[in-house]
Each structure stands twice: as C-alpha cells, then as structure tokens.
C-alpha cells in the first residue's frame, strides 16, 4: 500500500550556517558597532538566545535572522520567540526551534485527514504521522489539504512508498 510520513523538522546544519550569518551581520553593521550583540545557539536544547544592549537591537537581530533564515530555506514558523530579558543593558531574547511534531498537533492533524472523508489511514508514530491508503492521489489530495490548512508548524512530506 502507498504511504508518506509527516513531518516537521528543519536541517540543523542549515540553521547552524544561519546563525553564523546572522553573527556575521551584527558586528558588521553600523549601527551595532561597539555592541557586544551576538546569537548563542545550543544545540542540545535547539535555544538560540540572541544578546544585545536593548530592546530595539534584538528587534534589529530578530529581523536579520528571519532574513538569513528565509535565504537558507528554513521556515520561520519553526522558530518561537519568547519574551525578551532585560537588565542593566544588556537584553536577551530566547528563540526556541521547533522539531517535531507534538502529540496535540499531531492528533490535529489525524482529526482533519478523518474529517475530509478522504479514505486513507493515519497513525502517529512518536514525532511524525505515517498516512497510508490503497491510491495515490488519496495520498496527494491529503498533501494538498494539509498545505492549504495554515497549521502553525512547518510540514515535510517525505518516504513516500508505492
């Protein structure tokens, strides 16, 4: 039977190079000079933690990494800010980046694949969704019914099988 895997990951070799960028950018612009405005990215907690001297210069970097990101095809959807942390000049911003599909989004996204009569089965498999179905363009028309529901994390289809 014919199935594909949905999925929300991003490449973290990619967002890695984004934050390289991103770093790039801030010493090299005017209007950060002596700043110490620079990303940390953890990569065991997938946190990048942007640091600047006040509010207006995190916006700044927010802006620029949205940008980087978008150049080096990483959906920004997959990034959540959080609320920026500000003493004594210095201002930090956690950014958290989103892997995986949770189990809320993923019974979401179950929910809708049954209530479009669509006649395919969906399994969640830890942090993806597994469709399976006899045709392939029941398969197709699940794809296209999920690009077209704004859900409010990045989806990739992939292993698709015949």
Do not use: C
């Amino acid at each position: 039977m014919p199935s594909f895997d949905i999925v929300s990951e991003i490449d973290l070799h990619e967002l890695s190079n984004t934050v390289d960028q991103t770093n790039r950018e801030v010493t090299n612009r005017f209007d950060f000079k002596g700043s110490k405005a620079h990303i940390e990215y953890n990569q065991e907690t997938l946190i990048l933690t942007l640091h600047a001297e006040n509010e207006f210069q995190l916006k700044q970097m927010t802006d620029i990494l949205y940008k980087k990101s978008a150049k080096r095809s990483i959906d920004i959807s997959a990034l959540t800010v959080g609320e920026p942390e500000i003493q004594n000049r210095q201002a930090r911003l956690p950014v958290t980046v989103k892997q995986g599909i949770d189990k809320e989004n993923a019974k979401i996204i179950v929910k809708l694949i049954k209530t479009s009569k669509i006649k395919v089965q969906a399994s969640i498999q830890s942090e993806q969704v597994r469709i399976t179905g006899k045709k392939r363009d029941d398969l197709q028309q699940v794809m296209t019914l999920l690009r077209e529901k704004d859900m409010d994390l990045p989806l990739q289809f992939n292993n698709f099988r015949d």
